[in-house]
T-cell receptor, first 111, second 114 residues
Framework: GESVGLHLPTLSVQEGDNSIINCAYS??????FIWYKQESGKGPQFIID???NMDKRQGQRVTVLLNKTVKHLSLQIAATQPGDSAVYFC??????????WGAGTKLIIKP | KAGVTQTPRYLIKTRGQQVTLSCSPI?????VSWYQQTPGQGLQFLFE???????NKGNFPGRFSGRQFSNSRSEMNVSTLELGDSALYLC?????????????FGPGTRLTVT
């Protein structure tokens, strides 16, 4: 079946360095992907999205890369700050027009 | 503009009981989606309501149900609670749908079943 997963459950990054969070998806027909950030005690918050007709999309300090050949999605966070500490989820729009969520990656910022 | 609100924030129930959770979307948003979040499972989609109609449904048993009112407020109900229903239940609202527009999440209701 369709599934979205993450390569690493926990990622530790030095403050100021760049972070890269990866996500694999299995449905080659998926055409829309979203990254969400969830801080402790809060609901997920939209970060950035990308459609399958794009390979790259940039936001403020964040970049999402889509590699359809290997069905891989990544979120890059530039100059990681303490406020970036959170769990990051990728989500994929499936054929039933629902969002299928990955299990999440916890990003830890080291001072 | 007020964000998505969910009540109650915390709830403790015993097995076999039923529970009703409430969600008030952002003003003007007509779509409300519900998710169950458990450690290790991520977010599992329950259902989506738009203009008082269930538009989409995830793979949950019939014990999980929901509804939406004319003011777009939504409730979800879980009957005959099981221990495995312990989770954070999140509600998200959007203008027209979970994939058409950006979703805004509430803080969730933490349900503990004992």
């Amino acid at each position: 079946g369709e599934s979205v997963g993450l390569h690493l459950p926990t990622l530790s990054v030095q403050e100021g360095d760049n972070s890269i969070i990866n996500c694999a998806y299995s449905n080659s027909a998926s055409d829309y992907f979203i990254w969400y950030k969830q801080e402790s005690g809060k609901g997920p918050q939209f970060i950035i999205d990308i459609r399958s007709n794009m390979d790259k999309r940039q936001g403020q300090r964040v970049t999402v890369l889509l590699n359809k050949t290997v069905k891989h999605l990544s979120l890059q966070i530039a100059a990681t700050q303490p406020g970036d500490s959170a769990v990051y989820f990728c989500a994929e729009k499936d054929s039933n027009y629902q969002l299928i969520w990955g299990a999440g990656t916890k990003l830890i910022i080291k001072p | 503009k007020a964000g998505v609100t969910q009540t109650p924030r915390y709830l403790i129930k015993t097995r076999g009981q039923q529970v009703t959770l409430s969600c008030s979307p952002i003003s003007g948003h007509r779509s409300v989606s519900w998710y169950q979040q458990t450690p290790g499972q991520g977010l599992q989609f329950l259902f989506e309501y738009f203009s008082e109609t269930q538009r989409n449904k995830g793979n949950f048993p019939g014990r999980f149900s929901g509804r939406q009112f004319s003011n777009s407020r939504s409730e979800m109900n879980v009957s005959t609670l099981e221990l495995g229903d312990s989770a954070l239940y999140l509600c998200a609202s959007s203008l027209a749908g979970q994939v058409q527009n950006e979703q805004y999440f509430g803080p969730g209701t933490r349900l503990t079943v004992t």
